[in-house]
Each structure stands twice: as structure tokens, then as C-alpha cells.
């Protein structure tokens, strides 16, 4: 969705990179716009798998227009009824969505933002930066929101090697081109598929749906820095994206 040049939610969207959950991290350029989102809560998204909705999308510039569901056929029926290639087509869906956005805006005016609620939390979850302090922190933390609620079954259940792989993963991407954050990422999914996290994470939640996988480690503090380290070790002479 990010790659788009126009992207669209609604409602029910539910914008996630859940992949600590089956012990892999967030991939498809997530290293590259986990990153530009504002303070630590690229790092927050990438850690707990949290869905972002329609109205912290915009606000977090993951979306470009907000719609109601029961607008989709007439954006198609106008956009059918547009004149293409007689100039800039993008300047055109443009348009239709603009305006289809400015009608459908009053109804999400009481729609949840809870990015936007628990932004200081966030901060403060993550204040240092050590995935050991915010596992702590976000375990330790005493509420009702399910928002919140679910970011800490998430990390609780989830892969504590990759809760470190992420850490790690957005803090060597920070300064990286889209073009060397697909790079670097490659090295990085062969890596997890060579060495086993991501097969027992996939076997656990998608083929045998125990939905319980047995980690490598037991907790993000016996994640070893040898093992961490060789995820980011490529293991060929020339990465299959060196060409890009």
C-alpha cells in the first residue's frame, strides 16, 4: 500500500505489520516508512503488530484519503467517466478521491486515533530505545484500552528474537535509501528463513494453528548477540537485489 500513488482506507481498514508474531520482521520497505513516522512510533508499530485505522493512517500520512465503505461504487462510476491520457491521469483519480474525501470527512470525526491518544506513552515506552526495558515497561503497564491490551499480548506471545531483530533492523535502516532498505531487507528474509524463527512462527499460527510456536529463546534478554548479528550477514557473494 505504501508503494501507491493514491492510498485509500475506509472504516473497517486496519493498517499492521504484525510479522513478531510469526518470527520475522516487518518487511515489503516497512524498514524505510516505519522510520519517517514521527518519534518512536515506527519502532512502537514495527514491536507490537499494532493496527493503525482509518483516521491515524492520515494522520500518520499511511493513507491519503479517507472513504466510506458505501462510496466505492461511485468512486468507480466517476472515475469510469473521466477522460484519460489527455494529460495527468494521477491529477484526475486526484480529483474523484478529493472530492469523495471532503464528502465522506463528518463521518469520521468520532473515529478512535489511538496513535494519536497514546503518542506520549509511546514515547515514554520507549524512552531508551532498549527492546529489554520496553518489553518491562509495556508488561508492567496497568490498562483497560484494548488498543493497548493487545500491543501487550502481542510482545508477550510473540518472537522475542525478532522483538530484537526489529530493534535492530530499524535502527541500521535509519539513514538508508528505499532502494538499500529492499537490499537490506532481502539479507534479512533470507536469513530468517535460513535459520528456522520465521518456519516454527508459520507452522504455529498458519499450518498446524496450535498458536504455539516454541522460540528459540524464552525471553528478549536470552536472545544471544551472535545470533542477533548473523541475521545480519549476508549470505551470499552479491545480493539478488544488487541490481535494483
Same mark, same amino acid.
Request: glycine share 6%.
Given at each position: 500500500? $505504501?508503494? %501507491?500513488?493514491?492510498?485509500?482506507?475506509?472504516?473497517?481498514?486496519?493498517?499492521?505489520?504484525?510479522?513478531?508474531?510469526?518470527?520475522?520482521?516487518?518487511?515489503?520497505?516497512?524498514?524505510?516508512?516505519?522510520?519517517?513516522?514521527?518519534?518512536?512510533?515506527?519502532?512502537?508499530?514495527?514491536?507490537?503488530?499494532?493496527?493503525?485505522?482509518?483516521?491515524?493512517?492520515?494522520?500518520?500520512?499511511?493513507?491519503?484519503?479517507?472513504?466510506?465503505?458505501?462510496?466505492?461504487?461511485?468512486?468507480?462510476?466517476?472515475?469510469?467517466?473521466?477522460?484519460? $491520457?489527455?494529460?495527468?491521469?494521477? +491529477?484526475?483519480?486526484?480529483?474523484?478521491?478529493?472530492?469523495? +474525501?471532503?464528502?465522506?470527512?463528518?463521518?469520521?470525526?468520532?473515529?478512535?486515533?489511538?496513535?494519536?491518544?497514546?503518542?506520549?506513552?509511546?514515547?515514554?515506552?520507549?524512552?531508551?530505545?532498549?527492546?529489554?526495558?520496553?518489553?518491562?515497561?509495556?508488561?508492567?503497564?496497568?490498562?483497560?484500552?484494548?488498543?493497548?491490551?493487545?500491543?501487550?499480548?502481542?510482545?508477550?506471545?510473540?518472537?522475542?528474537?525478532?522483538?530484537?531483530?526489529?530493534? !535492530?533492523?530499524?535502527?541500521?535502516?535509519?539513514?538508508?535509501?528505499?532502494?538499500?532498505?529492499?537490499?537490506?531487507?532481502?539479507?534479512?528474509?533470507?536469513?530468517? %528463513?535460513?535459520?528456522? !524463527?520465521?518456519?516454527?512462527?508459520?507452522?504455529?499460527?498458519?499450518?498446524?494453528?496450535?498458536?504455539?510456536?516454541?522460540?528459540?529463546?524464552?525471553?528478549?534478554?536470552?536472545?544471544?548477540?551472535?545470533?542477533? !548479528?548473523?541475521?545480519?550477514?549476508?549470505?551470499?557473494?552479491?545480493?539478488?537485489?544488487?541490481?535494483?
Amino acid at each position: 500500500m $505504501n508503494g %501507491c500513488s493514491h492510498r485509500v482506507v475506509t472504516p473497517t481498514s486496519r493498517l499492521a505489520m504484525p510479522e513478531v508474531t510469526i518470527g520475522l520482521f516487518p518487511d515489503v520497505g516497512a524498514s524505510y516508512f516505519l522510520n519517517r513516522l514521527p518519534g518512536k512510533i515506527g519502532l512502537f508499530l514495527g514491536l507490537t503488530g499494532s493496527h493503525v485505522q482509518a483516521v491515524d493512517a492520515l494522520w500518520l500520512e499511511l493513507a491519503d484519503y479517507a472513504l466510506q465503505t458505501d462510496q466505492r461504487q461511485s468512486m468507480l462510476e466517476q472515475l469510469l467517466t473521466q477522460i484519460w $491520457n489527455q494529460g495527468d491521469n494521477k +491529477a484526475v483519480i486526484t480529483a474523484v478521491l478529493s472530492d469523495l +474525501a471532503v464528502a465522506a470527512k463528518p463521518a469520521f470525526t468520532e473515529m478512535a486515533a489511538p496513535v494519536q491518544q497514546h503518542q506520549v506513552l509511546i514515547e515514554s515506552l520507549l524512552a531508551d530505545e532498549s527492546v529489554t526495558g520496553f518489553v518491562d515497561r509495556l508488561g508492567a503497564l496497568s490498562s483497560d484500552d484494548p488498543w493497548l491490551v493487545r500491543a501487550q499480548q502481542t510482545v508477550s506471545q510473540g518472537s522475542p528474537l525478532s522483538l530484537c531483530l526489529i530493534a !535492530e533492523q530499524l535502527k541500521r535502516a535509519r539513514q538508508l535509501s528505499l532502494k538499500a532498505v529492499f537490499q537490506f531487507e532481502m539479507l534479512l528474509a533470507a536469513q530468517c %528463513c535460513r535459520q528456522g !524463527e520465521f518456519a516454527e512462527g508459520v507452522r504455529a499460527l498458519l499450518i498446524d494453528k496450535d498458536k504455539a510456536p516454541k522460540w528459540r529463546f524464552a525471553s528478549v534478554e536470552s536472545v544471544t548477540k551472535d545470533v542477533l !548479528e548473523s541475521h545480519f550477514q549476508p549470505p551470499w557473494t552479491v545480493n539478488p537485489l544488487a541490481t535494483l
